[in-house]
């Protein structure tokens, strides 16, 4: 009798096993509960499983980061060491990656310079090459080091963003192929620039251009500030939101036009009729927490949708605590205050681009020049959304 009831029961798990591995909802279903990279693994297992992860992964858009402070414990960058880590656990298939890191605890010359090997260090290429290495083949994955960085800490949208003006501190934003959405870096230099580079890029002469997020290096060397102005004249012509901030150094992408310490321009070109965008300027006059929280609901009025939104804080280094009478994280929570489940992430710069600005479906709001986009002793706070 009991072997009777143990080929019923073993009866019984085969018919489970087969469900569980051969109709396709349920395939379908456990797949969604794993991580991209898990998924991808079993995905080579037979057709049926690989069909189902591709369905899968086109539904995963939702955009993710990772964040790190603190004094890392290896030899590379904590970023470095914690993303390591968390990659494995994202639920998206990364396309886009935005990276920044503080140039204090991540010093060197831009990702395109060659060291020896005596030299290497943590900033050496070898580690950005072992970034590379973490996400797929053909992701795009853009690296700035900044005077401070802002973020908010790996897990929720809802978990208070910090801003970073010393320690070690740095975060990846990873953005997935999404419907209605392009995403497009670009990176010039003074060799490289030209309208049919902008072009390419899609800069100028592209009616779905919503957003620009760009960041100027060694912007202070001669012919750098002539630099910028010829690049914000051609972006101010069209109708899309442009923001960034002057940065410290470039560590990815490299262009191999660049000579050491020649100055240039990275960033993101976002276009698509999914893509909305606003910001507003905190100027000079703006020196307390209630009148950031007062500028900051300004941008509440655009009416961005919270899903699939990132914040981006673009501030001078002479403001956040000694601005505000030795005040820490002030503009960083009036942005939680007023955007609850918006993750925040930026920088603190050397210069601020931007200005107040709406970009909704074909509408735009608040025309602007030249010299109305670049700023020093502000801080550029901006929506974005990607569907």
Partial sequence: MDKDQDFAVSAEDSKAAYVLSNVAEVVERIQTFLPTKSLLRIASVCRLWRNCARRVLRTQQQLDWVSACGPSRSEVHGLCSILAEEVEKVFLLPKTVMAMVNCKAFPGQAYCYRQSKAKRSRHSPDTIEELNLLFPKGCDIMVVATPGIVLTP???????????????????????????????????????????????????????????LLFVYEAYKPGGGHFLNELLEQLAKGKALVVGGLVESVLSPSRHCCSQGAYGVVGLALSGPKVQGASVLLDQDVNSPKEAEATLRRLKAAKIPERNTLGFMFACVGRGQNYYNNQTNVEADAFHKVFPNTPLFGLFGNGEIGCDRIIKDDCTLCDTGTNSLQHEYTTVMTLVHLG
């Fill in 154 to 212: 790996s897990g929720s949208c809802s978990t208070p963003p910090q801003e970073h003006q010393e320690g070690e501190a740095g975060f990846a934003v990873m953005f997935p192929g999404m419907e209605g959405v392009n995403i497009k870096p670009f990176h010039f230099c003074k060799k490289s620039i030209s309208p049919s580079a902008l072009k390419e890029a899609g800069l100028i002469d592209n009616p779905e251009l919503r957003v620009v």
